[in-house]
């Protein structure tokens, strides 16, 4: 994990702003890296998308398995209902070779990713800035659940990044014990060497973080992978 912390503390720490940064992040790092898609046109609730859709589907109304780079960018530049993606993911070398996904039962929702034997860690960045430490939590929680659900992620590694001038230090220990680093005084990254051994039992912020997460999925939120 170490050389991949280097890469990004170094682009941080030589650049004025994080949309810089990931600029120089080396080519091993690929953007919106897609873990998860749709397995069926019955789940595509949106018209436009599904009418978008009837493009890449079989006879059976059903995703491919092992869909081209092509077909991979379409699916990516789609509403993340019917997509996951992670902000980065840190491969071994240039992914040459097609990428399966599959659904572990007929009427699953979620194709997902099946071999990440090229793949050293699900590097996540938090799409706000300046969170508190509370909704920071929540954010990072909720990133994780989703990682976690793409069962293959597990055995990865997993590195967070937060950006804010709020004290982020505390939550971060509590998450990631002393595998964190803070970068001129506004970047938290956390990392761990194999994303199943993030415990999440217990919340930071207790009453108040359990509160907001559970008000989250009171209103329907759906569970993505």
């Not at 018209?47 to 077909?71: N, R, V, W, Y």
């Not at 992914?95 to 990713?113: F, G, M, V």
Request: net charge positive; proline share 4%.
């Amino acid at each position: 994990m170490k050389p991949l912390i280097d890469y990004i503390q170094t682009a941080l720490s030589q650049t004025t702003s994080l949309d810089e940064a990931v600029n120089f992040l080396p080519q091993s790092f690929q953007k919106n890296f897609l873990v998860s898609y749709v397995h069926s046109n019955t789940r595509i609730k949106n018209p436009d998308t599904k009418k978008a859709f009837e493009k890449i589907l079989d006879k059976k109304g059903l995703t491919p398995q092992t869909p081209s780079l092509e077909t991979r960018a379409f699916i990516q530049a789609a509403s993340t209902k019917v997509q996951q993606c992670v902000s980065y993911m840190c491969l071994n070398k240039a992914q040459k070779e097609p990428l399966l996904y599959k659904t572990k039962n007929t009427h699953d929702y979620w194709k997902k990713i099946q071999d990440v034997s090229n793949m050293k860690a699900v590097f996540d960045i938090a799409s706000k800035k300046g969170e508190t430490p509370c909704e920071s939590e929540i954010s990072l929680r909720e990133v994780i659940r989703k990682r976690k659900e793409v069962h293959q992620l597990k055995e990865l590694g997993f590195i967070w990044l937060s950006e804010s001038k709020e004290d982020l230090e505390p939550l971060f220990k509590h998450y990631f014990k002393d595998k964190y680093l803070i970068v001129n005084k506004k970047y938290y990254i956390g990392y761990a060497k194999i994303l199943k051994d993030i415990n999440m039992r217990y919340f930071f912020c207790q009453d108040e973080a359990i509160d907001s997460y559970t008000i989250k999925k009171k209103k329907g939120e759906k569970r993505n992978p």
